[in-house]
């Protein structure tokens, strides 16, 4: 729909709307003959909207016919000369709607800030200091937080200072501060005023190494954007990137630095702002305000910003003229977005986003995605970093085989070695990490007498118990239940909680290391908002002995004190139905093995399983990535898995299963006739439809039809195409999902 000249003499042009309730919508409207050559794309204009009257609006493009039988009004007014996205931005987004199987208009709603799509761009109040005197004692307190920041906007001054509007305006009526209003630009981290900076740069050799190949790649190589920098847990990544981004800021290109959690972003952007200064560093995640973004987004389409740190959403910011795209901890799956549509992965728009700029894409990590370390090892981009920083060792890892211990060990989930491991390092005065991959006490309640497992009542899987409420939760849609005093199904008394969760281990550490601080982390502590951060701060600081939880621990912790790693069930993440579970699983290990041992002190690892000989976790002991990768990729490729072609996931749900089933039928059906017709058959498979692996959840019944596409951006059209055209019972969805992350 965009064509490649800003200017143009079409007849029509294609505005962005945001209309409540429905977000983003495009319309067509006439541009005026004195409008002709002045128009362009990402322009805010002012178009005549039904009732609503005169609204501000976004040009999108131009097209010479109208879309529909419709009468077209004129655009009124070109608000701002300055564009606010560019013709390739609109591209960028176009493809991500074509890939990812969805219209334009999902996308859109997601990249732009709605706030830029609205009637009018409103003035802010800012607050500026002026004097201490005749403030009491705790005002003067608030006084000096403004005192050190200067100016700045009201509401976020309330927020730094924690105060309220109250005291302020108290303080205006004693002349201590002055509050105007004017239009100011807002960078989330000016309010960190920082002043200390870090120390230039001093890499060790092999890092200089891994340095000098990267930058000479980026200099030669037209798969710039494939480079992979595989160093192992605490092997200082970070400080290659950040010798990367020297450069690329000196040589006045700017910088995208993708994190994968919003945690791990702001505190990547707070050493960003110490290494490079405040001014020129941004960031840009789902939680900043509407305000905040708008702000933001003003100053990099202006070019203001050198340095933007984000997580996945970062890649639709508007960052000007992208010099080095940096995606760190790449094995992650938070970098995609599962729900709701564009169920876009950052890293994949990344690396569009890169040749679109021609620019350098680097990612990290020491558990790559297989498919990363496929591309780099066939583009010859593969840069390793082997030793870690300071000569810290990698920790050994000792495997218990839990099947010797029988079930005297299975009672006690924590097997003696483990046990005196424990002991011995708390003596030493340092600290433990314990890893279960299972949230809630049990994992499942079982009646003894018939087996009947309790299941939630709107999905196909467990419910689980959670000690403390005394209630069996659904880990899937929240449903919760009492505890029955009965088995449901045959009446008998004796139904047992079995496996193990957080809360269970948890109570037998307390159990056992009675004078000992001990806390848990999963997402069952998240609904206390901030509790995460401060847990790990407290576990930083040495206030926590032991820390029980879930792979939210296996994460960005860096504390030197920690020497042991415990991992309860080791094996757990491989038993799943999916062909990522063996990837997963030695990417959890490997990496919070990495939690230990990563300072002056050496450290050790202990994984419990039942299946000792599994290879992913014989290569998770020896720490051995591409002893894994070796296996891993033949399987791969055996089966014609990503990276041998690219998997697009149907899911057909309904509430009435019998609908739900033969919808599923009629697509897969219509689907082979298609591609049959297309001569399509060899590079799309289409497998199914079969049953989900968690048949029901939320109470919708779940099938799904796998594709397995080998024609790359065809496959996708041909897809995105078919679901255009097909409508659905009303009671049926269809939902596509392109790379899931799971086929659960
Ligand atoms: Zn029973
Ligand atoms: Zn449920």
Not at 630 to 643: C, G, L
Not at 710 to 718: L, M, S, V, Y
Request: with cysteine; aromatic share 10%.
């Amino acid at each position: 729909m965009a064509e490649n000249s800003d200017y143009n003499n079409n007849k029509y042009a294609l505005a962005l709307v945001n209309i409540k309730g429905l977000g983003v919508k495009t319309y067509s409207y006439i541009i005026p003959d004195e409008m002709k050559n002045k128009i362009k794309i990402g322009q805010a204009i002012l178009v005549p909207f039904g009732r609503q009257g005169l609204i501000k609006a976004f040009c999108a493009g131009f097209s010479d016919y109208l879309p529909q039988e419709i009468k077209a009004k004129k655009i009124n007014k070109i608000l701002d000369e300055t564009p606010l996205f560019s013709v390739e931005y609109l591209k960028l987004l176009e493809w991500i709607a074509n890939y990812y199987c969805c219209d334009l208009v999902t996308v859109l709603n997601t990249a732009i800030p709605l706030k830029l799509i609205e009637k009018e761009s409103k003035k802010e109040l800012s607050v500026e200091f002026i004097t201490f005197d005749n403030a009491s004692k705790r005002q003067i307190q608030v006084l000096e937080i403004l005192k050190k920041s200067g100016k700045m906007p009201l509401i976020f001054f309330e927020k730094y200072a924690k105060t309220t509007r109250n005291t302020v305006k108290k303080l205006e009526k004693l002349g201590c501060l002055r509050i105007t209003e004017e239009e100011l630009y807002r960078n989330p981290l000016d309010i960190l005023q920082i002043k200390e900076t870090e120390p230039l740069f001093n890499l060790t050799d092999e890092q200089k190494q891994v340095y000098e190949g990267i930058k000479k790649q980026i200099k030669n190589s037209k798969s710039k954007n494939n480079i992979l920098l595989h160093g192992v847990t605490a092997s200082g990544k970070t400080e290659v990137y950040f010798k990367l981004i020297d450069d690329t800021i000196k040589s006045g290109k700017n910088v995208l630095f993708l994190a994968p959690e919003i945690a791990l972003a702001s505190q990547l952007s707070k050493r960003l702002a110490k290494k490079f200064g405040t001014s020129d560093v941004a960031i840009w995640h789902s939680s900043i305000s509407e305000g905040e973004r708008y702000d933001v987004w003003q100053k990099l389409y202006k070019n203001e910003i050198k340095i933007l740190a984000g997580a996945r959403s970062a890649v639709f910011a508007p960052l000007q003229n992208i010099g080095l795209i940096i995606i760190d901890e790449e094995h992650e799956s938070a970098y995609k977005q599962t729900n709701p549509a564009p169920r876009y992965d950052a890293r994949t728009v990344a690396r569009k986003l890169a040749e679109f700029h021609d620019c350098a894409l680097v990612s990290g990590s020491a558990t790559p995605d297989i498919s990363s370390y496929y591309r780099a090892i066939n583009t010859n981009s593969l840069f390793e970093l082997k030793h870690r920083y300071n000569n810290a060792k990698i920790p050994p890892v000792t495997v218990i085989n839990m099947q010797e211990y029988g079930r005297a060990a299975y009672k006690n989930l924590i097997s003696v070695p483990l046990q005196t491991e424990i002991k011995k390092t708390l003596d030493n005065g340092k600290q433990v990490i314990i890893l279960i991959n299972r949230r809630g006490f049990s994992t499942f309640t079982q009646c003894q007498s018939c087996g009947h497992v309790i299941e939630c009542p709107n999905c196909a899987i467990p419910m689980i118990w959670h000690a403390k409420e005394n209630r069996l939760k659904c880990h899937y849609c929240n449903h919760i239940s009492i505890f029955p005093d009965f088995c449901p199904q045959c009446g008998s008394d004796a139904l047992k909680n079995s496996g193990a969760g957080t809360q269970k281990i948890e109570h037998y550490i307390r159990e056992l290391f009675p004078q000992h601080r001990i806390e848990r982390i999963d997402s069952d502590i998240l609904t206390r908002k901030g509790e995460h951060i401060r847990l790990l701060e407290r576990f930083q600081q040495g206030d926590i002995d032991i820390l029980v939880g879930t792979q939210m621990i296996a994460k960005g912790l860096d504390n030197p004190n920690v020497t042991l790693v415990g991992v309860i069930s080791a094996d757990a993440s491989f038993n799943l139905p999916d062909f990522r579970a063996s990837e997963r699983g030695f990417q959890l290990l490997t990496q919070v093995a990495g939690r230990a041992g990563r300072g002056e002190y050496s450290g050790s690892v202990m994984f419990q399983t039942y299946n000792p000989d599994f290879y992913a976790l014989a290569s998770a002991k020896s720490q051995n990535y591409s002893e894994f990768y070796n296996t891993e990729i033949s399987a791969r490729e055996e089966f014609d898995y990503p990276p041998f072609s690219k998997i697009i996931r149907l899911i057909i749900s309904s509430t009435n299963n019998f609908r739900a089933e033969k919808s599923a039928r009629e697509i897969a059906l219509r689907m082979s006739v298609m591609t049959e017709k297309l001569g399509f058959t060899e590079r799309l498979d289409i497998l199914g439809p079969s049953a989900c692996v968690i048949e029901r959840i939320n109470g919708l019944y779940r099938y799904q039809i796998i594709l397995k596409n080998k024609a790359d951006i065809k496959g996708h059209q041909f897809v995105s195409g078919f679901l255009s055209r097909i409508t659905m019972p009303k009671d049926v969805r269809l939902a596509a999902d392109v790379d899931p992350l799971d086929i659960l």
